[in-house]
């Protein structure tokens, strides 16, 4: 326990300074600020990912920097701060599962987690295979993450409509990859 409320003093110590700190020292302050939010952010992955990623740790908390502008000061920094990371590693969970009940239902088809180019490749194949209508229901489900009431509500289309198409999606795509 006392652990933690001493790092949770250091990173409002640590922010303070950064928002108070003159323009030339800034960065200096900045630093401070990422290697104890770091430290915060991988604990936070572990405990809901059970996962040790650095990179995603260092987005997180790049999300949170480049968002301190947005912090009122209405709750502590560590608050706020650890919401913002929480939020971050829940969408990283949310997609996933997502993906890995694609590539459960699909043998063969993998979407990468990146924005490389193998995964925008992966994407046009997809789109030229499937009808735009069942590409829209695919980039809902997906690559948002969304389950069929949720894509039926944002298509407002009906849940068994979303439902039949994601079938047929999933029958390309088999045929497609499964080979």
Same mark, same amino acid.
């Given at each position: 326990?006392?652990?933690?409320? !001493? &790092? #949770?003093?250091? $990173?409002? +110590? =640590?922010?303070?300074?950064?928002?108070?700190?003159?323009?030339?020292?800034?960065?200096?302050?900045?630093?401070?600020?990422?290697?104890?939010?770091?430290?915060?952010?991988?604990?936070?992955?572990?405990?809901? !990912? &059970? #996962?040790?990623? $650095?990179? +995603? =740790?260092?987005?997180?908390?790049?999300?949170?920097?480049?968002?301190?502008?947005?912090?009122?000061?209405?709750?502590?920094?560590?608050?706020?701060?650890?919401?913002?990371?929480?939020?971050?590693?829940?969408?990283? &969970?949310?997609?996933?599962?997502?993906?890995?009940?694609?590539?459960?239902?699909?043998?063969?088809?993998?979407?990468?987690?990146?924005?490389?180019?193998?995964?925008?490749?992966?994407?046009?194949?997809?789109?030229?295979?499937?009808?735009?209508?069942?590409?829209?229901?695919?980039?809902?489900?997906?690559?948002?993450?969304?389950?069929?009431?949720?894509?039926?509500?944002?298509?407002?289309?009906?849940?068994?409509?979303?439902?039949?198409?994601?079938?047929?999606?999933?029958?390309?795509?088999?045929?497609?990859?499964?080979?």
């Amino acid at each position: 326990m006392g652990g933690t409320v !001493l &790092r #949770k003093d250091l $990173e409002n +110590l =640590a922010y303070h300074n950064w928002y108070d700190a003159p323009a030339t020292t800034k960065e200096e302050c900045s630093q401070t600020l990422r290697e104890l939010l770091l430290g915060h952010a991988q604990a936070v992955m572990f405990s809901i !990912l &059970r #996962k040790n990623d $650095e990179a +995603l =740790a260092n987005e997180a908390v790049n999300h949170v920097m480049l968002n301190l502008d947005s912090f009122k000061g209405e709750a502590q920094f560590t608050s706020w701060a650890h919401r913002v990371l929480m939020s971050v590693m829940y969408d990283q &969970r949310r997609l996933d599962r997502k993906r890995k009940e694609v590539s459960m239902d699909v043998p063969g088809f993998d979407l990468p987690s990146d924005d490389s180019i193998e995964s925008r490749d992966l994407l046009m194949t997809v789109k030229k295979l499937l009808t735009p209508e069942d590409y829209t229901v695919f980039q809902h489900i997906v690559i948002l993450g969304e389950n069929h009431d949720e894509a039926s509500s944002e298509l407002r289309i009906p849940k068994s409509t979303i439902t039949r198409m994601w079938a047929r999606i999933k029958g390309t795509l088999q045929h497609e990859f499964a080979q």
